[in-house]
DNA sequence: ATTACCTGCAACCAAAGAGTTGCACATAAC
DNA sequence: GTTATGTGCAACTCTTTGGTTGCAGGTAAT
């Protein structure tokens, strides 16, 4: 995964309203705006923004269908991020240890 | 890991600088507000403001060592929020599997 | 004792972002 | 054909937040 795409996926689940909505569409498999907008307290353009917003990060993808657009997961982008950030930690891991090891060895 | 626990890290990570800081961090393992001023095209001020909402997250901590502050990274938090978005992935994958299947299934 | 360095607090600025409302347009339903 | 529903675009408000500068206080170095 690009630095570019952990950056967009980072950036879009940092917002709650974000997160209630793909839990909200993880809920229904998929849904348009409209039915969406139903699910929480903000109006349908908020909506509208946020699954822009989550659909730039890859983590949904949009499908035209007659008058409606219907939203779906993609949950691989969440997961190389997932991936990405285990390997951050174990990068941390390593280098503290390292670091550590150097500082107790005699000279 | 709490759900304000997940919410705070990636709140934390969303921001370019404060990954920029956090790499800086891992490079020197262990370094005060000042030192890493000099690394990142920003103030003094600016780095600290961002350390006490990455120690907020559990992402650093500090420790007073006479006239300085030094910071250190923390990878448990990183490393419970990417099983978080593992999990999370995983579940999706789940759901969607379970409507597949439902849509395909005869009635 | 004086100088240098690091931290802490506060005020302030500007940009980004979440949310709203209003209206026009397209497609389905009756 | 008329009505209802879903989308798209635009303008606007309000709050958050990343960043700055300035100054005061503490701790080390000379």
């Known amino acids: 995964m690009t630095k ?18 793909l839990d909200a569409l993880s809920a229904r498999g998929q849904a348009s705006a409209s039915a969406l907008a139903g699910d929480l307290p903000v109006s349908r353009q908020a ?13 949904v993808s949009s499908e035209r269908a007659g008058r409606e657009v219907r939203y779906t997961l993609r949950s691989q982008a969440l997961d190389a991020t997932a991936r990405w950030m285990a390997g951050l930690a174990a990068d941390w891991d390593r280098r503290l240890a390292t670091i550590k090891r150097l500082a107790e060895e005699p000279d």
């Open 47 to 59: 909506i509208v923004k946020h699954l822009a917003v989550l659909e730039e990060a890859g983590l």
């Open 4 to 21: 570019a795409g952990v950056d967009a996926v980072l950036a879009a689940l940092a917002d709650p309203t974000r997160r209630a909505l």
